[in-house]
């Protein structure tokens, strides 16, 4: 079965103390692997997919990487205003595009 | 703004009732997804819907039941409401090919 996890559940930096975040997923057939950012109440807010292993993306303090088996979204002298539940997915189903899997999450709070 | 809407943003309604949530896609997508989030508790999948038809059902209770229109809004009816059954509902859509998946800003339900 697909299954995405996520590490740490939680993660407190103080401001500009860089760090990274995981994902690793069991998926068959990998389509993308999507990061998105979500705020309390709100939606997700898409960031970045990644699609082969080597990939990267960045978006200003933020950079995705992806390997065969995980994904690391790299946090950059973080600021407060990227405290935020930060969620990693894959597609999955028979066609791959029929719902994305999340992990649980990792909380970020960045304090000043 | 996503491009997705979502009405209501909040509803407050008895156990035993029924209501409907409402979904906008962005233009031009053909599929939407949509997905609870309890407190503390990951995205889960409930349904897909595709230019009209359902495609992909997740952990969707028989009391909950959706469909897409011509126009491609899609609704969400809960029925027999349960405590239980609060939450953020949101709703997701996604263009043809390996696009991403934008997200409404969701409805907050609250059973009482």
Known sequence: EDQVTQSPEALRLQEGESSSLNCSYTVSGLRGLFWYRQDPGKGPEFLFTLYSAGEEKEKERLKATLTKKESFLHITAPKPEDSATYLCAVPAGDTGFQKLVFGTGTRLLVSP | ?112
């Open chain 2, 1 to 112: 703004d996503s491009g997705v809407t979502q009405t209501p943003k909040h509803l407050i309604t008895a156990t035993g009732q029924r209501v409907t949530l409402r979904c906008s896609p962005r233009s031009g997508d053909l599929s939407v997804y949509w997905y609870q989030q309890s407190l503390d508790q990951g995205l889960q999948f409930l349904i897909q819907y595709y230019n009209g038809e359902e495609r992909a059902k997740g952990n969707i209770l028989e009391r909950f039941s959706a469909q897409q229109f011509p126009d491609l809004h899609s609704e969400l009816n809960l029925s027999s409401l349960e405590l239980g059954d609060s939450a953020l509902y949101f709703c997701a859509s996604r263009s043809t090919g390996a696009g991403g998946y934008t997200f409404g800003s969701g409805t907050r339900l609250t059973v009482v």
